[in-house]
């Protein structure tokens, strides 16, 4: 049985990380990733909430070091334990190599964006956005008009801004139950029978890839349309649903249309005091 599920994944500062995998390290820095055999290193150790990682040298040559800083200090230990264990046996009777020719270096490619952290970006721009104008009308009038009005500041951008904001991230997904029964690929999802899952329904795309839906339904077939550009986004053929979202998602756009007005205007209002 393998032991490579257990060796904790290192995270370190400034975009770093430090993994293993049954034959090497994999150490990404920036934009760099460093592939290191387990016959190029001479030992690992962890320091606290560090670990070094030493290759081979010959005799009077400064080895190479490689090191990650900043990850967890339990998970440092661990690494650094399991790791050695797996390193070859040191053999007295041939040559040392230098470890740094067999440390392979490329290029970093960076991971896709998952839709959901996509969102969660967005969200977090938008929050920090939010504050930060908020924050700036609110010294604005307290100095051209009065603090008093910084209630009304907060008052109005509480409230308009979620309203906004609820109303551009769900757009797409509102738009996308017009456009995809008119625009997408219309096929037939057949219910999966799941104890487990009881809204699961299975549909297959245009490269034979069976995919997921979920629908609360009674129905043992349901059309569904999909994006040919991103099969995975996929919504109801007969529109069920779309014509509720779309009222809710114009009365929040009324709401925030009228609530960031005012917000605007604060610092024209007469405070009456």
Request: no cysteine; net charge positive; aromatic share 8%.
């Given at each position: 049985?393998s032991?490579?599920?257990s060796?904790?994944v ?5 975009d770093?990380d ?15 990733e460093?592939r290191?055999p387990?016959a190029?290193i001479?030992h690992v ?13 010959p005799?009077e040559?400064v080895?190479?070091v ?5 990850v ?10 399991a790791?050695?264990a ?13 470890g740094s ?6 290029t ?9 952290e996509a969102?969660?970006?967005r ?5 920090v ?20 009005m ?13 309203f ?14 017009w456009r995809?029964?008119r625009h ?6 057949d219910?999966a029978h799941?104890?487990?899952e009881?809204?699961?329904y299975?549909y ?15 129905r ?7 994006d040919?550009?991103d099969?995975?986004?996929v919504v109801?053929?007969?529109?069920k649903?779309?014509?509720g979202q ?21 610092p024209?209002?007469d405070?009456?005091?």
């Open positions: 049985m032991i490579m599920p060796i904790p290192l995270h370190g500062s400034k770093t430090l993994r293993a995998t049954d034959q090497e390290l994999i150490l990404r820095r920036a934009r760099q460093y290191i387990f190029a001479a150790r962890a320091e606290r909430r560090a670990v070094e990682v030493r290759l081979t040298a005799a040559t080895p190479t490689h090191r990650i800083e900043g967890s200090e339990a998970a440092a230990g661990a690494f650094a334990q790791v050695s797996l390193l070859p046996p040191a053999d007295d009777s041939t040559a040392v190599v230098d020719t067999l440390v392979t270096t490329r970093a490619e960076r991971e896709p964006e998952t839709p959901r969102f969660g970006r969200v977090k721009r938008f929050v956005g939010s504050v930060l104008a908020i924050v700036a009308m609110s010294v604005l009038v307290s100095v051209v008009v009065h603090p008093i910084m209630i009304f500041v907060w008052l109005f951008g509480g409230v308009g801004f979620p906004a904001g609820a109303v551009v991230l769900l757009a797409p997904t509102v738009v996308e139950r995809l029964p997408g690929i219309t096929v037939t999802a219910y799941s104890a487990a009881p809204r699961l299975l297959t795309d245009l490269d034979g890839n069976t995919r997921t839906y979920y629908a609360t339904s009674d043992l077939r349901l059309e569904i349309s999909y040919p550009r099969p995975g986004r109801r053929a007969d529109g649903g779309r014509w779309t009222i809710l998602l114009l009365l929040a756009g009324g709401i925030a249309l009228l609530m960031l007005a005012a917000f605007f205007a604060t024209f209002m405070p009456g005091v």
